[in-house]
């Protein structure tokens, strides 16, 4: 069944406008259960009839997902728009790093280093790969489990186990099932097995088929078969084939609302990318893939590369389409202070979008320069935005710098301001006293500039000492 409009779920209210919902009209009430942030109970009225009607459009189109345990938990799928601008995306896709099995136990700490290392900080926090896929490779059941083993005792990662012969799987699961792994894959061949291994331990299984029609077929078998958590993987080979499979399950899943494909999807991207590439053309092949990818519906990647400079752009992308639209990346609006800043440290001043003011932020501690910066509330606007919109003024800067009193904490009178903002200098001057110098246009030129500026700030702060002793 499609998804329900406003109008179709308001022609099967009473239509009384009431208010028993704490909504003035039965029109508003149906737009909130259209946008899903209103259940259909929320009206008391509603008869069995439209109940009946519209109970399908109160099921989630997609399965939500737990997988992993203890700190590492992540949530999976939860999906519900096609398109960011309709409504957020809920859960970012789960990005895993392959192992193979195959290696010896010195590549295997390796390569466990190597994802280890793929953390990264921006926007205040801490984004990376969050799983470890061990692929079985042709090695036998007891040395799959050992190594299973092995990797679940040095990493608190999400596990997946890329197997698809149930006896070869058994020993690793039986190991790690309180790690909740991911079982990768129960096929058409070997669903049976697979799929007694999944629902004995209770772990989530992929359902990987060639094509959609196949993958759905699949994944009601295993969810008849007693599955409860379902991925699936409808085999594309190359990136365009990805590309547009993952948009149709979820054309199907949210627009059409066909149950077997309501699922998060899966694509081993190191399995799409040319074997015969050197090792940097397959890291920017893994990346691009990647990135495409997490724009168009990936639940889980499974990537080979351990490059930082192909893993960092896609978790970039990952984490800006992930975060609401609807809601500025804010920072609270208060005095930074960045080191240990002293009477002569420099006062820089920027707007509280969480982008703008984690950047200059960066760049003022890649300086090692000590500074204060003093952050506007700009309702979560960048510099030039915020100043274009009134939200950056004159007065509010002023008035804002003198309620931090950041100026009484330094020896000279010199404020900095965004060289985005110039035009404001001669307003601020005038408007405070202050001896405005403007900074670069571009977080980037911050550590030449404060390496220019502390010299002359020290110089009149010791003057300033001088002529006050
Ligand atoms: S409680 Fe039901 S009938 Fe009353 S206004 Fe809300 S939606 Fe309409």
């Known amino acids: 069944m499609a998804k329900l409009s406003g109008i179709e779920i308001y022609k099967n209210l009473p239509r009384t406008n009431c208010g028993d919902c704490c909504l003035p009209t039965c029109m508003a009430f149906a737009m909130q259960v259209a946008s899903k942030k209103q259940a259909l109970d929320g009206c ?11 109970g399908d459009a109160q099921v989630p189109p ?27 995306f809920q859960h970012p896709p789960v990005l895993a790093v392959r192992i193979s099995a195959s290696l010896g136990d010195a590549e295997i700490g390796a390569r466990l280093a190597a994802i280890d290392a793929l953390q990264f900080e921006r ?13 079985a490779d042709g090695v036998d059941a007891s040395r799959f489990g050992n190594v299973a083993q092995k990797i679940a005792k040095a990493a608190d990662h999400l596990i997946l186990l890329l197997c698809e012969d149930a006896e070869v799987l058994a020993p690793a699961v039986a190991a790690i099932a309180d790690r909740n792994p991911v079982l990768v894959a129960a096929t058409e061949a070997h669903a049976d097995a697979m799929t007694a291994l999944a629902v004995q331990y209770g772990l989530p299984l992929v359902a990987s088929a060639p094509g ?87 639940g889980v990647l499974v990537l080979d590369t351990v490059e930082a400079w ?13 975060t609401d639209p609807q809601v500025p990346n804010e920072v609270e609006a208060v005095l930074y202070e960045i080191g ?29 320069v000590p500074c204060y910066i003093s952050v506007v509330d700009t309702e979560g606007m960048g510099v030039l935005n915020a100043y274009a919109d009134d939200r950056l003024t004159v007065e509010k800067l002023v008035d804002v710098i003198r309620e931090q009193g950041v100026m009484d904490r330094v020896s000279h009178n010199h404020l900095v301001i965004p060289g985005l903002v110039a035009r404001m200098r001669m307003g601020i001057e005038e408007a405070s006293g202050w001896d405005v110098i403007v900074g670069p246009d571009n977080a980037s030129g911050i550590p030449h500039f404060l390496h220019e500026l502390q010299p002359q700030l020290q110089a009149q702060a010791q003057a300033n000492t001088e002529a006050a002793g």
């Not at 926007?123 to 692929?135: H, L, P, Q, S, Y």
């Not at 077929?217 to 594309?236: F, H, T, Y």
């Not at 240990?340 to 090692?368: C, I, M, Q, R, W």
């Open 44 to 54: 008391p009225h509603v008869s069995d009839e439209a109940r009946a009607v519209l």
């Open 62 to 88: 997609m399965a939500t997902l737990t997988l992993g345990s203890g700190d590492r938990v992540l949530t999976l799928g939860g999906e519900t728009v096609m398109h960011r601008h309709e409504e957020r």
């Open 123 to 135: 926007v205040g926090k801490t984004i990376g790969i969050d799983a470890i896929a061990i692929a």
């Open 212 to 298: 959609i029609d196949r993958t759905a077929a699949l994944s009601e078998r295993l969810a008849a078969s007693g599955v409860k958590d379902i991925i699936v993987d409808p085999q594309p080979l190359n990136l365009a084939e990805a590309v547009g499979r993952l948009t149709q399950l979820r054309r199907r899943a949210l627009e059409e609302r066909v149950r077997s494909v309501g699922y998060p999807s899966f694509v081993d991207i190191g399995a799409l990318v040319d074997n015969n590439l050197n090792s940097d053309a397959r890291a920017t092949a893994e990346m691009t893939a990647g990135l495409s990818l997490v724009m168009r519906y990936a």
């Open 310 to 322: 192909a893993i960092h752009p896609i978790v970039t992308a990952r984490q800006d389409i992930y």
């Open 340 to 368: 240990k800043p002293g009477s002569d440290a420099p006062v820089l001043v920027t707007t509280n979008f969480a982008l703008t003011y984690f950047t200059v932020a960066g760049e003022v501690a890649n300086s090692k």
